[in-house]
C-alpha cells in the first residue's frame, strides 16, 4: 500500500499542480508528512483516506488504484448516453427531443458524482444538457436597428439548463481532456457563452484558440509525404469547405433580410457546386449528408419564399437521394472515395457514420407547407417521409 499510495499521491498532486504545503494545509497535517507519504517513509491514517479522495475529486478505489472496474463502468455509462443521443439524429428543434435525455442527464449527473474528474462524462453531460436546455425552452432572438439577429439575453439567461451544462464544459478544460474533447468543449461552449449574455467569457475563450493557419488539418499535409500527404491534403480542403459552409449559414441567418433573399439561395448553390465538384464522381461518402442538408434548405425556400414548386420538388428530390445514399454507406463496409483530390482519404468502415435517427424524416417535413407535401405523398418513392 506504500508504494502505490505514496505514488498516486504524487501524481495527483502534479496533475492538479498543487504544492505539497497546500495539500497539507488542506489535510491538517504537515508539509513534512506529505513529503514522507510520498518518499515512501509512511501513510497516512486510514481515517484521512476519505478527505485525500475528496481533495482530488475522485473515488476511494481510484485512489488506491483499483481502475478496472471503474474503466467498465464509465464505458457502460458512455455506450449508453451515446445510444440515446444517437438516436436524435442531426434535426432537433424546441419540443422535438426524447425524454430518454433526461433520463440519460440523471445517469450523468451521477456518473459525474461518482468520477468527478472524468472529461468523457463531463463532456456528455454537458452536450446532454445543451441538447435538452434547448428542447424545453429554445433561443430567442430579436432584429436590431440594423437588421442584424441578436440574442434575447434576458430569456436565455434563465435556462437553467444551459447554466449547468457551460459550468458542466468548464469542468472538461480543467478535467486534463484529450485534444478532440478539449475541441469539442470549446467549439459547443462558445456559442453558449454567446446566447447567454457571458460575451468577453466568449471571446476570451475564442482569442486563447491557435489561428486557422496554425491547426493539424493546415500543418499535417506540410508535415508528411506520399500517400499519407494526399490522405491529410484531402482532409484539410474538406474541413475548409464544410466551416465555408457553416461560416456562410451562420452570418445568413444573423441578418434578418437576407433570410428570405434570393441572395440566399445563390449563396447555397454555390456551396452546392463546390461540394459537387470536388465530388465529381458523386462518391460523397460522409458528405452526403451534408449535400442533402443544403438541398433541402433550397427545397424549403423554393416551396416557401418563391412559391415554385417544380424547383422545390427538384432540389427535394436530390436532397432525399443524398440522403438515402448516406443511409445505405452506413450499411456499407469499406467504402472508399474516389475523386481525383479525396481519394485518398480514410476508408469508411461499418460503423463510422452517425445514423440519421429514427424520426428523421418526421422532423425534416414538418416546416414545408401543407400542399407542397401533399405533392411529395402522390409520389410512392417519398413515402419513407411520411410514415
Not at 517513509?41 to 485525500?52: Q, R
Not at 472496474?69 to 427531443?97: C, H, M, P, W
Amino acid at each position: 500500500m506504500q508504494l502505490t499510495l505514496g505514488q498516486k499521491i504524487r501524481e495527483l498532486r502534479k496533475r492538479d499542480g498543487r504544492t505539497q504545503e497546500a495539500l497539507a494545509e488542506a489535510l491538517g497535517v504537515t508539509s513534512q508528512a506529505i513529503s514522507r507519504w510520498e518518499a515512501n517513509g509512511g501513510y497516512p491514517d486510514m481515517e484521512m483516506i476519505p478527505a485525500i479522495a475528496n481533495y482530488f475529486h475522485i473515488s476511494i478505489d481510484e485512489l488506491f488504484g483499483y481502475s478496472s472496474d471503474r474503466e467498465e463502468k464509465i464505458k457502460s455509462i458512455l455506450e449508453e448516453a451515446d445510444r440515446i443521443l444517437k438516436n436524435q439524429g442531426f434535426t432537433f428543434y424546441q419540443g422535438s427531443v426524447s425524454d430518454d435525455i433526461e433520463k440519460s442527464i440523471d445517469m450523468l449527473r451521477n456518473a459525474a458524482e461518482e468520477f468527478p474528474n472524468e472529461p468523457k462524462i463531463l463532456l456528455k453531460l454537458a452536450e446532454s444538457l445543451h441538447m435538452w436546455g434547448y428542447n424545453q425552452h429554445g433561443a430567442k432572438g430579436y432584429c436590431d436597428d440594423h437588421g442584424i439577429l441578436n440574442n434575447d439575453i434576458e430569456y436565455n439567461s434563465k435556462n437553467n439548463y444551459w447554466k449547468e451544462s457551460i459550468i458542466a464544459y468548464e469542468k472538461v478544460l480543467k478535467a486534463n481532456p484529450s485534444p478532440e474533447e478539449r475541441e469539442i468543449a470549446i467549439c459547443y461552449m462558445t456559442p453558449l457563452y454567446c446566447k447567454m449574455g457571458r460575451f468577453e467569457d466568449a471571446k476570451a475563450l475564442a482569442k486563447a484558440q491557435n489561428s486557422i493557419l496554425v491547426c493539424k488539418e493546415m500543418l499535417l499535409p506540410e508535415a508528411t509525404a506520399g500517400e499519407e500527404m494526399a490522405r491529410y491534403q484531402g482532409e484539410r480542403i474538406m474541413a475548409l469547405i464544410q466551416n465555408l459552409r457553416l461560416s456562410v449559414y451562420s452570418a445568413i441567418v444573423s441578418k434578418v433580410e437576407l433570410h428570405t433573399s434570393e441572395y440566399k439561395s445563390k449563396i447555397e448553390t454555390a456551396l452546392i457546386n463546390l461540394y459537387e465538384t470536388i465530388f465529381e464522381d458523386g462518391r460523397c461518402g460522409h458528405y452526403h449528408r451534408d449535400l442533402g442538408h443544403m438541398y433541402m434548405k433550397l427545397a424549403d425556400y423554393k416551396s416557401q419564399i418563391a412559391n415554385d414548386f417544380q424547383k422545390a420538388l427538384e432540389y427535394f428530390d436530390k436532397g432525399f437521394d443524398h440522403y438515402n445514399e448516406y443511409e445505405r454507406i452506413l450499411r456499407e463496409d469499406d467504402y472508399a472515395y474516389t475523386a481525383p483530390l479525396v481519394s485518398n482519404l480514410p476508408t469508411i468502415k461499418k460503423g463510422d457514420l452517425l445514423i440519421l435517427g429514427e424520426d428523421f424524416w418526421k422532423k425534416e417535413m414538418k416546416f414545408f407547407p401543407e400542399d407542397f407535401k401533399n405533392d411529395l405523398r402522390k409520389n410512392k418513392k417519398y413515402a419513407i417521409c411520411f410514415e
